[in-house]
Antibody, heavy 116, light 108 residues
């Protein structure tokens, strides 16, 4: 099971920070990439990036300059930080488990609104 | 990046009918590297199909996937009322991994 947490409201130009707690599964299993995906209101899905349990990261080039994804295997969680946010970053943010290439387990999602 | 174009935008069908959803890629994906998801309002997407045609765990056999190259299809053989929602395809051959914009299935 995956569960996102973090502020639902972020001011423009500030940093969005979210955490995903992984339960019922080993974040250190080595079989998965731990992923962030977002969905703009009434729109499609956008892959943000993912991290392996070794700390290796892969980011969407369109967002890479503003992203940091990290992992804490001792706490069974991974995190997303996105800096310099604008209204265009308002979206539902999902954490997900990537197996080979597809996403077989998702969190429920958390809405993040960027507004002053 | 690979652009996935889904059609039609909306399908309105009656229970028991067959639904055919299309996903066209802007470049060849080979015979694998495509997944399908179902999303219902207020919920996260749910994996239906991976590697073009492999059903995920607990997915009924009325869902099937096919295709290769740039053209892929998700077929729901006999629609059930619970099959309403938006269906997305996703490619994972090339980074960044991308999703189509979805096909909405409405139950008449």
């Amino acid at each position: 099971q995956l569960q996102e947490s973090g502020p639902g409201l972020v001011k423009p130009s500030q940093t969005l920070s979210l955490t995903c707690i992984v339960s019922g599964d080993s974040i250190r299993s080595g079989d998965y990439y731990w992923t962030w995906i977002r969905q703009h209101p009434e729109k499609g899905l956008e892959w943000i990036g993912y991290i392996y349990d070794t700390g290796t990261t892969y980011y969407n080039p369109s967002l890479k300059s503003r992203l940091t994804i990290s992992i804490d295997t001792s706490e069974s969680q991974f995190s997303l930080k996105m800096n310099s946010v604008t209204a265009a970053d308002t979206a539902v943010y999902y954490c997900a488990r990537r197996k080979v290439g597809w996403f077989d387990l998702w969190g429920q999602g958390t809405l993040v609104t960027v507004s002053s | 990046e690979v652009i996935l174009t889904q059609s039609p935008g909306t399908l309105s069908l009656s229970p028991g009918e067959r639904a055919t959803l299309s996903c066209r890629a802007s470049q060849s994906l080979g015979s694998n590297y495509l997944a399908w998801y179902q999303q219902k309002p207020g919920q996260a997407p749910k994996l239906l199909i991976s590697d073009t045609s492999n059903r995920a765990a607990d997915i009924p056999d009325r869902f099937s996937g096919s295709g290769s190259g740039t053209d892929f299809t998700l077929t729901i053989s006999r629609l059930e009322p619970e099959d309403f929602g938006v269906y997305y395809c996703q490619q994972y051959l090339k980074s960044p991994e991308t999703f189509g914009h979805g096909t909405r299935v409405e139950i008449k």
